[in-house]
């Protein structure tokens, strides 16, 4: 008999609108990352009534062992808890009363779900064969290089066998899982290129060194890397998403600023990539007679599912949610996570739990008027229930 059956679903379904409660209250107090301390002590109250002992990690992140030092298995399962600085545009009862900061990704959800997990998971202790750690990671939307990385480092996953995440996407239909081994979300990398021209007057552009007009062409340009530089196939992203330059209308400005972002899902591809951009950047540059800063940082390394992990939750999906709502459909996705390190630390595998409401174009992450769904807390909490019978083997 599956483990998650009809009464566990029944008891999922019965906490869930006591999870809703929680998900709106994290949603109207939003907090960034390394600054979770009203979130992490919600946290720490639910474990608490639920028999663990929280620990801390990374600063404001939470950890907690079903079976601490138990001698079987340990399968950590992982939420994350901050929020994003942006507004909040939607009139929700429950909408953010913090101006400049609002849960836009949905972790105010993933925590909810995770904490409906602690509470199940309370309730079978004694028929695990092993322990569960459950992480509430701090710092999600890249503050300091991200919590998870520094989780990782401070030990969070020691003694850790298999790592698990969900994330909430709503351009997927609500209620399907989507999940594939390899890779799964992109390897970011910030790009910065400062364009050094020669600043004059507005009417006398012979003298100068334009810098407006050479950034354009390197704007331009940089179209070219991944349409001209990779094949059909070659899965990449380049975007310049900030151009800015000059003071007035009649001086022609000294330097351009141009700042972007690139994502790979390979390392031969990503140094094809940077290597092209190098090219594209200083050699336009050199055409038009001004000189181009460039700098190319990393962000997050690209999350990889191990097989067998990737696996796990494809048959645990079948089982929770039906075959017919599980694929691979749209996936690698070109968004970044930091969920990374831990699946680089340990084997892992990270899902997206789709959350698109039938019939209606839903707000996607990071959109002003995206809210998290709650109608899918149940199949997040019964997705990681399943994940944790099927790698205990019960
Ligand atoms: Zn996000
Ligand atoms: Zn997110």
Same mark, same amino acid.
């Given at each position: 008999?599956?483990?998650?059956?009809?009464?566990?679903?029944?008891?999922?379904?019965?906490?869930?609108?006591?999870?809703?409660?929680?998900?709106?209250?994290?949603?109207?107090?939003?907090?960034?990352?390394?600054?979770?301390?009203?979130?992490?002590?919600?946290?720490?109250?639910? $474990?608490?009534?639920?028999?663990?002992?929280?620990?801390?990690?990374?600063?404001?992140?939470?950890?907690?062992? $079903?079976?601490?030092?138990?001698?079987?298995?340990?399968?950590?399962?992982?939420?994350?808890?901050?929020?994003?600085?942006?507004?909040?545009?939607?009139?929700?009862?429950?909408?953010?009363?913090?101006?400049?900061?609002?849960?836009?990704?949905?972790?105010?959800?993933?925590?909810?779900?995770?904490?409906?997990?602690?509470?199940?998971? /309370?309730?079978?202790?004694?028929?695990?064969?092993?322990?569960?750690?459950?992480?509430?990671?701090?710092?999600?939307?890249?503050?300091?290089?991200?919590?998870?990385?520094?989780?990782?480092?401070?030990?969070?996953?020691?003694?850790?066998?298999?790592?698990?995440?969900?994330?909430?996407?709503?351009?997927?239909?609500?209620?399907?899982?989507?999940?594939?081994?390899?890779?799964?979300?992109?390897?970011?990398?910030?790009?910065?290129?400062?364009?050094?021209?020669?600043?004059?007057?507005?009417?006398?552009?012979?003298?100068?060194? /334009?810098?407006?007009?050479?950034?354009?062409?390197?704007?331009?340009?940089?179209?070219?890397?991944?349409?001209?530089?990779?094949?059909?196939?070659?899965?990449?992203?380049?975007?310049?998403?900030?151009?800015?330059?000059?003071?007035?209308?009649?001086? *022609?400005?000294?330097?351009?600023?141009?700042?972007?972002?690139?994502?790979?899902?390979?390392?031969?591809?990503?140094?094809?990539?940077?290597?092209?951009?190098?090219?594209?950047?200083?050699?336009?540059?050199?055409?038009?007679?001004?000189?181009?800063?460039?700098? $190319?940082?990393?962000?997050?390394? *690209?999350?990889?599912?191990?097989?067998?992990?990737?696996?796990?939750?494809?048959?645990?999906?079948?089982? *929770?949610?039906?075959?017919?709502?599980?694929?691979?459909?749209?996936?690698?996705?070109?968004?970044?996570? /930091?969920?990374?390190?831990?699946?680089?630390? *340990?084997?892992?595998?990270?899902?997206?739990?789709?959350?698109?409401?039938?019939?209606?174009?839903?707000?996607?992450?990071?959109?002003? /008027?995206?809210?998290?769904?709650?109608?899918?807390?149940?199949?997040?909490?019964?997705?990681?229930?399943?994940?944790?019978?099927?790698?205990?083997?019960?």
């Amino acid at each position: 008999m599956p483990f998650v059956d009809a009464t566990l679903r029944a008891e999922i379904d019965a906490l869930a609108p006591e999870l809703t409660t929680i998900r709106r209250d994290l949603h109207r107090h939003p907090e960034l990352g390394f600054e979770e301390h009203r979130t992490g002590a919600v946290v720490r109250a639910w $474990l608490e009534r639920h028999g663990y002992t929280p620990r801390s990690c990374a600063s404001t992140g939470v950890i907690a062992d $079903l079976h601490p030092g138990h001698p079987g298995k340990t399968i950590a399962l992982r939420a994350d808890l901050d929020c994003l600085p942006m507004p909040e545009t939607t009139d929700l009862p429950y909408r953010s009363i913090h101006e400049g900061r609002a849960h836009k990704c949905g972790h105010d959800g993933h925590t909810a779900v995770l904490l409906g997990v602690a509470a199940i998971l /309370d309730r079978y202790r004694d028929r695990l064969p092993g322990n569960v750690r459950l992480l509430f990671q701090p710092a999600e939307e890249g503050v300091d290089g991200g919590g998870a990385k520094r989780m990782v480092a401070e030990g969070a996953l020691d003694g850790v066998d298999e790592v698990y995440a969900l994330h909430n996407w709503p351009g997927h239909p609500r209620g399907h899982i989507r999940v594939k081994p390899g890779p799964m979300l992109a390897q970011t990398h910030w790009l910065g290129i400062t364009v050094h021209g020669v600043g004059g007057h507005g009417s006398q552009p012979q003298l100068c060194r /334009d810098p407006i007009v050479a950034a354009a062409h390197i704007v331009v340009a940089l179209q070219t890397v991944v349409a001209r530089g990779l094949g059909y196939d070659g899965g990449a992203v380049v975007s310049v998403c900030r151009f800015s330059s000059g003071t007035t209308d009649n001086v *022609v400005p000294a330097t351009a600023e141009l700042e972007g972002t690139v994502r790979t899902f390979a390392p031969e591809i990503t140094e094809l990539v940077l290597a092209r951009i190098r090219e594209v950047v200083h050699g336009t540059a050199a055409a038009l007679g001004v000189r181009a800063e460039l700098e $190319l940082e990393p962000g997050y390394p *690209v999350v990889m599912n191990d097989p067998t992990c990737a696996h796990a939750v494809h048959r645990v999906a079948t089982q *929770v949610v039906g075959s017919g709502a599980v694929s691979d459909a749209g996936l690698p996705i070109a968004g970044g996570e /930091d969920f990374a390190y831990m699946a680089q630390a *340990v084997p892992g595998a990270f899902f997206f739990l789709g959350a698109g409401a039938p019939g209606r174009d839903t707000p996607g992450c990071h959109h002003p /008027d995206f809210d998290f769904d709650d109608t899918i807390i149940p199949t997040g909490v019964a997705m990681f229930m399943g994940l944790v019978a099927d790698r205990f083997g019960i």
